[in-house]
């Protein structure tokens, strides 16, 4: 798909293809002429037939002619120079250094954008604030889980008492997954006691496996 470049000229506007084909129309209004005006001359039939011969191509190729808001009729950038030149020479030496833009720029390889890195924040954390951490997301994963049957036994009913349950759930229900991996990365060198299902050693068997029921007794279930 062709796009369309606008340039100023004085305050005009200027319409170019991505290609660099000139919107001879639009241009030719603000010198009070006409297009056709200058495709009738002699001089330019003649330099259009050498053109296409020179270039092997139709005339079709080089001067086209489109509908719609941006319509009119192109003109190929072979022909754009000389028809500015009839214009006006100022526009010409203009029109001749935007086209020199446009294929530059395009034939310049494009640079992927790459995103940007995360930012890296280190900061020293204590055990009893790691803790502290682990044991709201405990406190929220079994909110979630609360919330989440609440919204089964009550999602028959209307009212703003189920509304909030299910915008509770739809907002924070995929929260602690996510807080997962930081936690475990945090955690790593704590030590835990499976045989002790309780305590601190309960909060930090779910955090490195978040699929575990602990049974009382320390015995631990996966599913």
């Known amino acids: 798909m062709t796009n369309i470049i606008t340039a100023d000229y004085n305050g005009t506007q200027v319409f170019f293809q991505d290609d660099a084909y000139l919107n001879a129309t639009a241009i030719a209004k603000h010198f009070n002429k006409l297009p056709n005006e200058w495709l009738r001359l002699d001089s330019t039939q003649e330099y259009i037939d050498l053109l296409c011969k020179n270039l092997n191509t139709e005339k079709s190729r080089i001067l ?29 030496i203009w029109c001749d250094e935007q086209i020199e833009k446009i294929l530059i720029d395009k034939n310049q390889p494009k640079q992927l954008a790459l995103p940007e890195p995360s930012k890296m924040y280190q900061r020293d954390l204590t055990e009893k604030e790691m803790q502290d951490f682990c044991w709201a997301w405990y406190a929220l994963r079994n909110y979630i889980e609360l919330t989440d049957k609440l919204q089964k036994q009550f999602g028959g009913f209307g009212g703003d008492y189920a509304r909030a349950i299910r915008q509770l759930n739809e907002r924070y229900g995929n929260l602690p997954q996510e807080m997962l991996p930081t936690l475990q990365r945090i955690t790593t060198e704590f030590n835990q006691d499976i045989t002790h299902g309780n305590g601190w050693n309960r909060i930090i068997y779910n955090v490195r496996h978040p699929n575990a029921i602990i049974r009382s007794g320390g015995l631990v279930h996966l599913f």
């Open 64 to 92: 086209k002619t489109t509908r719609g808001v941006s319509g009119g009729t192109w003109l190929h950038r072979r022909l754009a120079v000389p028809f500015a030149r009839w214009l006006n020479v100022e526009f010409a």
